[in-house]
């Protein structure tokens, strides 16, 4: 579900994608292409989060490989998971987000924040801009034993190991991606 506000007792909150996707230009890509590629990255998420509750889902072809991609991860990596697939909201920001997972990896003291893609590339600026607000969401909700760096899992369309990507999260780049917010319902609030 792409809607630009997520509704949580009567109140409007604007989703982290929102935001995100005010910094993106899509113009000169086909609508259908992105609507493919988003339904792909739907039924993905959708098939990790049923494996992690023990469930088996029937994926298409053009599905199966980045499915593959993860579970080649989590056999070499064996992640325990600790959170997946849950939304966050700020008050105060009237901000919401849905996290992918958090999971604690074998050889670390701490859990980590990653973040599952099947994007074709890495957008550094993006995913680092949603490591922050996750991050953000996660600690404004007394999530704190996390990590301060999020994983994103650049899951193989063809169905190799997958690449994975660290971002660190520092306090300049919060403020920045918290501003954001703020700018958002301004512009909002002189449209209305």
């Known amino acids: 579900m792409n809607v630009k506000h997520q509704m949580k007792a009567g109140m409007s909150y604007v989703r982290v994608s929102t935001i995100l996707s005010t910094l993106q230009e899509f113009g000169h890509i086909d609508p259908a292409v992105l609507q493919n590629k988003a339904d792909i990255g739907t039924t993905v998420h959708d098939a990790i989060d049923q ?25 070499v990596m064996k992640p325990k998971m600790v959170l997946q697939e849950t939304r966050y909201y700020d008050d105060e920001k009237m901000l919401t987000g849905q996290i992918d997972a958090i ?61 994975v990507f660290s971002y660190q999260i520092n306090p300049e780049t919060m403020a920045y991606c918290l501003s954001l917010v703020d700018k958002y319902w301004e512009k909002k609030k002189t449209l209305d």
């Open 51 to 75: 494996y992690y509750k023990g469930k088996t889902t029937f994926l298409q072809p053009r599905e199966t490989h980045y499915y593959n991609s993860f579970l080649k991860w989590h056999g």
């Open 103 to 163: 999971v604690k990896l074998p050889y670390e003291k701490i859990p980590v924040l990653v973040d599952w893609k099947t994007s074709a590339t890495e957008n550094s600026m993006i995913w680092s801009y949603q490591a922050h607000f996750y991050h953000h969401l996660l600690t404004k909700n007394g999530v704190s034993f996390i990590a301060d760096r999020v994983l994103f899992i650049k899951l193989d369309s063809r169905g190799s190991l997958p690449k």
